[in-house]
C-alpha cells in the first residue's frame, strides 16, 4: 500500500503534530481562560520559582489519569473550527477541547480526544502507538524496524526516554510545561504567584516571562501539584489580549491511581480498516533519515529565545497547496529535512482522503492573507510568512518582525 503524509510521520511526534505547530509552533500547546472554579490556597509551604522549577524538572513521573479541557482563542477563523465538528485535531486551533488522559508513569499511555459523536484516540507502549480515528474508522499501528529496536533496547534509561519522546502528541499539561520550564532560566524570569486549587488540588502557581518585548507571547503560568509536583494546568497569555489567555491546557478532575491495565490495551473495532507503518527511529543528532533523493536542508535560525525565528528555504507554496493531485507526482516523499519544515508542508499539502469538508487551497486561503512579500498566517502566539521566493519564516513573533527580514 502506498503511504500517505500521515505515514511519513513519526509515531515519536504526533499524527496531529501539524495543527500544533500552526497554532503556536514554539509555545501552541500552552494556555487560555480558567476553565474551573478556582480558588486561593495557603496550606502548601513558601517555595522559591527556582526551586519549584527545579522539583517540577526532577519529578518522577507518577502513574494518573483525569480529564483535561484544552482552549485556544490564537485569533484564526471561525470557519476552520465549525467544520471540525468531530473529534478532529484541527479542533484544538480554536475553542474548548476535552480529552482523556491516562498514564502507567513510564512507557505507556492513552489519550483520548472527545467529539461531540467521535474519538479520536492514541494509545503508546514504548516504541509501539496505535491511532484509532472514529470519524474515518481507521487504525493505524506506527513501529519501529527491528535494528532500530535493537538500538533501543541498547540505550541508556535516559537516551531511550529522550528518544521516544513523542512531542505534540495530544496536549497534556505535562508536556506543556516541560518546554517551557525547561526554558525558564535562559531568557526569560521566574516568579511565584498566588498559590490556588485546581481539579480539587492544592497548587503553585509558577509565571515565566520573556525578557524581551520582541515576542508575542507575553507570560506562561503554571500550576504544579504541591503533593507530586506535576503540572495540572498550563496557561500562555499574549501581548495581543490581556483579558483571557491565548490558549490553556488543564485538568478538570485528576486521579494519581495507576489506571486499569486494559485502558492500555489497543485491539481495533470489528471491521475497521487497519494498517501497519514502520518510521525510522532519529540518529545520534536528533536527525531524522533523509529519503532516498532528498538531502537534509537546514534551517536557518536567527535570534534567540522567545524571540527566535527559523527560515526555511526552496519552498515552492503554490505548487503544494495545489488542489490537483497530479502537480504532486515525482515530488520526493520528504520535502525537507526537519521535521517542523516537514510538518508546515504537509498542512499545506493536499489531502484527498476525505475528512473535513475544507481542501487544502480553500483551507490556506483561509489561515493567510497576502502581503507584499506572499502569503502572512498571523496568530495571537505565532506568526508565518510564506514568501513568493520560496521561503518560510516561522516565528513567536510579530509579523512585522517576518516582514522585515523578508
Same mark, same amino acid.
Given at each position: 500500500?502506498?503511504?500517505?503524509?500521515?505515514?511519513?510521520?513519526?509515531?515519536?511526534?504526533?499524527?496531529? #503534530? &501539524?495543527?500544533?505547530? *500552526?497554532?503556536? /509552533?514554539?509555545? $501552541?500547546? !500552552?494556555? =487560555?481562560?480558567?476553565?474551573? %472554579?478556582?480558588? @486561593?490556597?495557603?496550606?502548601?509551604?513558601?517555595?522559591?520559582?527556582?526551586?519549584?522549577?527545579?522539583?517540577?524538572?526532577?519529578?518522577?513521573?507518577?502513574?494518573?489519569?483525569?480529564?483535561?479541557?484544552?482552549?485556544?482563542?490564537?485569533?484564526?477563523?471561525?470557519?476552520?473550527?465549525?467544520?471540525?465538528?468531530?473529534?478532529?485535531?484541527?479542533?484544538?486551533?480554536?475553542?474548548?477541547?476535552?480529552?482523556?488522559?491516562?498514564?502507567?508513569?513510564?512507557?505507556?499511555?492513552?489519550?483520548?480526544?472527545?467529539?461531540?459523536?467521535?474519538?479520536?484516540?492514541?494509545?503508546?507502549?514504548?516504541?509501539?502507538?496505535?491511532?484509532?480515528?472514529?470519524?474515518?474508522?481507521? #487504525? &493505524?499501528?506506527?513501529? *519501529?524496524?527491528? /535494528?532500530?529496536? $535493537?538500538? !533501543?533496547? =541498547?540505550?541508556?534509561?535516559? %537516551?531511550?526516554? @529522550?528518544?521516544?519522546?513523542?512531542?505534540?502528541?495530544?496536549?497534556?499539561?505535562?508536556?506543556?510545561?516541560?518546554?517551557?520550564?525547561?526554558?525558564?532560566?535562559?531568557?526569560?524570569?521566574?516568579?511565584?504567584?498566588?498559590?490556588?486549587?485546581?481539579?480539587?488540588?492544592?497548587?503553585?502557581?509558577?509565571?515565566?516571562?520573556?525578557?524581551?518585548?520582541?515576542?508575542?507571547v507575553e507570560r506562561v503560568v503554571v500550576a504544579v501539584d504541591g503533593e507530586?509536583?506535576?503540572?495540572?494546568?498550563?496557561?500562555?497569555?499574549?501581548?495581543?489580549?490581556?483579558?483571557?489567555?491565548?490558549?490553556?491546557?488543564?485538568?478538570?478532575?485528576?486521579?494519581?491511581?495507576?489506571?486499569?491495565?486494559?485502558?492500555?490495551?489497543?485491539?481495533?473495532?470489528?471491521? $475497521?480498516?487497519?494498517?501497519?507503518?514502520?518510521?525510522?527511529?532519529?540518529? @545520534?543528532?536528533?536527525?531524522?533519515?533523509?529519503?532516498?533523493?532528498?538531502?537534509?536542508?537546514?534551517?536557518?535560525?536567527?535570534?534567540?529565545?522567545?524571540?527566535?525565528?527559523?527560515?526555511?528555504?526552496?519552498?515552492?507554496?503554490?505548487?503544494?497547496?495545489?488542489?490537483?493531485?497530479?502537480?504532486?507526482?515525482?515530488?520526493?516523499?520528504?520535502?525537507?529535512?526537519?521535521?517542523?519544515?516537514?510538518?508546515?508542508?504537509?498542512?499545506?499539502?493536499?489531502?484527498?482522503?476525505?475528512?473535513?469538508?475544507?481542501?487544502?487551497?480553500?483551507?490556506?486561503?483561509?489561515?493567510?492573507?497576502?502581503?507584499?512579500?506572499?502569503?502572512?498566517?498571523?496568530?495571537?502566539?505565532?506568526?508565518?510568512?510564506?514568501?513568493?521566493?520560496?521561503?518560510?519564516?516561522?516565528?513567536?513573533?510579530?509579523?512585522?518582525?517576518?516582514?522585515?527580514?523578508?
Amino acid at each position: 500500500m502506498t503511504e500517505s503524509k500521515a505515514d511519513r510521520r513519526s509515531p515519536l511526534r504526533s499524527p496531529w #503534530a &501539524v495543527p500544533i505547530v *500552526v497554532a503556536g /509552533a514554539v509555545v $501552541a500547546s !500552552l494556555a =487560555a481562560q480558567p476553565l474551573l %472554579a478556582v480558588g @486561593e490556597s495557603n496550606d502548601l509551604p513558601d517555595i522559591s520559582a527556582e526551586e519549584l522549577v527545579a522539583r517540577v524538572l526532577e519529578a518522577e513521573p507518577q502513574p494518573m489519569s483525569g480529564t483535561v479541557v484544552h482552549t485556544a482563542r490564537l485569533g484564526l477563523p471561525d470557519l476552520l473550527f465549525t467544520e471540525a465538528t468531530g473529534a478532529d485535531p484541527m479542533s484544538l486551533l480554536g475553542g474548548s477541547s476535552t480529552l482523556k488522559v491516562w498514564t502507567d508513569g513510564e512507557q505507556r499511555s492513552r489519550v483520548a480526544l472527545l467529539g461531540a459523536v467521535s474519538e479520536y484516540s492514541v494509545v503508546a507502549d514504548g516504541a509501539d502507538v496505535w491511532t484509532y480515528s472514529s470519524s474515518d474508522d481507521e #487504525a &493505524v499501528h506506527y513501529s *519501529v524496524s527491528d /535494528a532500530d529496536r $535493537a538500538r !533501543l533496547e =541498547a540505550m541508556s534509561e535516559k %537516551a531511550r526516554a @529522550e528518544a521516544l519522546a513523542r512531542k505534540a502528541e495530544l496536549p497534556t499539561p505535562q508536556e506543556a510545561a516541560a518546554e517551557a520550564l525547561a526554558k525558564a532560566e535562559e531568557s526569560s524570569s521566574i516568579s511565584i504567584d498566588t498559590q490556588t486549587t485546581i481539579a480539587g488540588r492544592d497548587v503553585y502557581q509558577v509565571v515565566v516571562a520573556p525578557d524581551t518585548d520582541a515576542t508575542l507571547v507575553e507570560r506562561v503560568v503554571v500550576a504544579v501539584d504541591g503533593e507530586t509536583m506535576i503540572p495540572l494546568r498550563v496557561q500562555t497569555w499574549s501581548t495581543q489580549d490581556q483579558t483571557a489567555p491565548a490558549v490553556e491546557i488543564s485538568f478538570t478532575d485528576v486521579s494519581f491511581q495507576m489506571p486499569n491495565e486494559s485502558v492500555f490495551e489497543f485491539s481495533p473495532p470489528a471491521g $475497521a480498516t487497519e494498517r501497519d507503518v514502520v518510521v525510522p527511529l532519529p540518529d @545520534e543528532d536528533g536527525e531524522m533519515p533523509a529519503h532516498e533523493g532528498t538531502e537534509h536542508q537546514k534551517p536557518t535560525v536567527t535570534g534567540e529565545g522567545w524571540a527566535t525565528v527559523v527560515e526555511f528555504q526552496g519552498m515552492d507554496m503554490a505548487e503544494l497547496v495545489s488542489s490537483d493531485p497530479g502537480t504532486m507526482s515525482g515530488m520526493p516523499d520528504r520535502l525537507v529535512g526537519s521535521d517542523e519544515a516537514q510538518d508546515l508542508m504537509d498542512e499545506f499539502t493536499p489531502d484527498h482522503s476525505g475528512g473535513m469538508g475544507l481542501d487544502n487551497a480553500a483551507l490556506f486561503e483561509q489561515l493567510t492573507t497576502e502581503v507584499p512579500e506572499g502569503r502572512l498566517l498571523s496568530s495571537t502566539l505565532l506568526s508565518i510568512l510564506m514568501t513568493d521566493d520560496g521561503r518560510v519564516l516561522v516565528g513567536a513573533v510579530p509579523a512585522d518582525t517576518l516582514r522585515a527580514m523578508a
